[in-house]
């Protein structure tokens, strides 16, 4: 099992950037590929970004590639989501997620943390 904990969550102002982080234990960090979701209020939960075990790969949605980046650091056993320029559609519930997987154009994932509250204003 992997237990995995969200912080870094906050409001902030259209356009300013906040950093999220994720802390893993419970099973070995480094041989996990990682990544992000989220769900806004009355809406379906979508994926945000992911990452290879090695951190040699990344992924990431239409809709915030170019504002988001997604890093681990395997010796600190921690997932990090870097977003800029932040528009308040980016407005959600942010969950750090582990062995997550690409089927058919679906993102999935086996572990999920307790999520941390994105919201940005207008």
């Given at each position: 099992q992997v237990q995995l904990v969200e912080s870094g969550g906050g409001l902030v102002q259209a356009g300013d950037s906040l950093?999220?982080?994720c802390a893993a234990s419970g099973?070995?960090?480094?041989?996990?590929?990682?990544?992000?979701f989220?769900?806004?209020p009355g809406e379906k939960r979508e994926f945000v970004a992911a990452i290879s075990w090695s951190g040699t790969n990344?992924?990431?949605?239409?809709s915030v590639k170019g504002r988001?980046?997604?890093?681990?650091?395997n010796a600190k056993n921690t997932l990090?989501?870097?977003m800029n320029s932040l528009k308040p559609e980016d407005t959600a519930v942010y969950y750090c997620s582990a062995d997550v997987k690409e089927v058919i154009g679906i993102w999935e994932a086996d572990y999920?943390?307790?999520?941390?509250q994105v919201t940005v204003s207008s």
């Open positions: 950093r999220l982080s099973r070995t960090f480094s041989r996990y590929s990682m990544g992000w989220r769900q806004a990344t992924y990431y949605a239409n988001f980046t997604v890093s681990r650091d990090y989501l870097q999920w943390g307790q999520g941390t």
